[in-house]
């Protein structure tokens, strides 16, 4: 099935939750990343039970610090 | 007010524009915006406010200028190295608009003082330009209690990224975005991160951007929108965020009545 990410066309395989789809994707530091799903941001606590459909569209969005004492 | 011969052709570029024109040039120097942090960030947002007729400037530091800085925080010179970011930062200021007046706070922000910073000189806009999550929570969570317009941003490595708060405006908030800081341990550590330079003056200046343009009532913010930037792949993506009913401070039922100071992992680099 095809997925949106950070606007880029993804496929997977088979439907899969939040968490797995980190894994999938490779997220080096998931603790560092929020996500939105379809326009709505997802409480970390539910991502193991938001399964990701067709067409759904994530963005993961990033914390950023400022660099200078390095996060 | 008046401008005299020298306001006039100082801010003759900004005065030949029609969104801003005189009366537009008026409300810039009649306008005050708090920059919190003087570095990456707050360096490049705090001159171009201050060349940008920005008529007063508040800086909130409690560094010292060090040699690892001037990389990115163009505010500062080699000639700084050891003074008071604060006051570093004042006399570049000067030295670029001296129309410019710069009221500076030689400390960190904490739950105790950012308020009364912010209501210090009734800044119209906040920016925030710090370097942590405990100061960008903190700044969050000041600014959505006091009603507050910020910038918040942030910049590791080659990434950067900038949202606008409006209050009253049904916008999400940073804590709308990030519910907390990530757990400690989380965070990477210093050889994993560091930032090219120019990050903060890409991000620093669309921050100040944001701010001029929030003063002069035109275009479009980026309220309820999250700016990203990858300076590897030259992309920057716009990336819509809905208010969060669950959130902690600007939620239906906001679950942080205090002013919170969380704990920054430390790191010598």
New interface residues.
């Given amino acids: 099935m095809k997925i949106m990410v950070n606007g880029e066309g993804k496929q997977l395989e088979k439907e899969v939750n939040i968490l797995d789809l980190l894994a999938i994707l490779h997220v080096k530091m998931p603790e560092m990343v929020s996500v939105e799903l379809n326009g709505e941001i997802v409480d970390r606590d539910d991502f193991s039970k938001t399964m990701i459909q067709e067409n759904d569209e994530i963005e993961f969005l990033y914390f950023m610090g400022g660099g200078s004492i390095g996060f | 007010m008046d401008f005299n011969d020298q306001q006039i052709e100082r801010y003759s570029r900004h005065i030949i524009l029609s969104e801003v024109g005189f009366e537009g040039q008026l409300k810039l120097l009649n306008s005050k915006v708090l920059v919190i942090?003087t570095?990456?960030?707050g360096a490049p947002a705090a001159m171009f406010l201050a060349a940008a007729g920005v008529g007063t400037i508040g800086l909130v530091d409690g560094d010292i200028v060090d040699l690892s800085?001037l990389q990115?925080?163009i505010i500062h010179q080699t000639k700084d190295v050891g003074k008071l970011k604060v006051l570093s930062g004042k006399e570049t200021i000067h030295e670029i608009n001296s129309d410019v007046k710069v009221f500076t706070y030689n400390t960190f922000v904490n739950s105790k003082n950012i308020i009364q910073i912010i209501r210090d000189q009734d800044y119209d806009f906040v920016i925030d330009?710090?370097?942590?999550?405990a100061a960008?929570f903190l700044i969050n969570d000041a600014c959505v209690i006091e009603k507050k317009p910020f910038s918040h941003?942030?910049?590791?490595?080659f990434?950067?990224?900038l949202t606008t708060y409006i209050p009253d405006n049904n916008t999400p908030c940073y804590r709308?975005?990030?519910?907390e800081?990530?757990?400690e341990g989380?965070?990477?550590?210093?050889s994993?991160?560091?930032?090219l330079g120019v990050?903060?003056g890409v991000i620093g200046t669309l921050q100040a951007t944001e701010a001029i343009k929030y003063i002069l009532g035109i275009g479009e913010s980026l309220a309820g929108y999250?700016l990203t930037y990858d300076a590897l792949t030259m992309n920057f993506?716009k990336?819509?965020?809905?208010h969060?009913a669950?959130c902690g401070i600007c939620g239906e039922d906001p679950a942080i009545k205090n002013l919170i100071d969380y704990n920054?992992?430390?790191?010598d680099?």
Avoid: E
């Fill in positions: 942090g570095g990456g960030l800085n990115r925080q330009g710090t370097d942590n999550f960008k941003a942030g910049i590791i490595r990434n950067g990224q709308c975005m990030f519910k800081p990530p757990p989380a965070v990477p550590t210093c994993q991160a560091g930032v990050m903060g999250l993506r990336i819509k965020i809905k969060n669950k920054n992992p430390t790191c680099l």
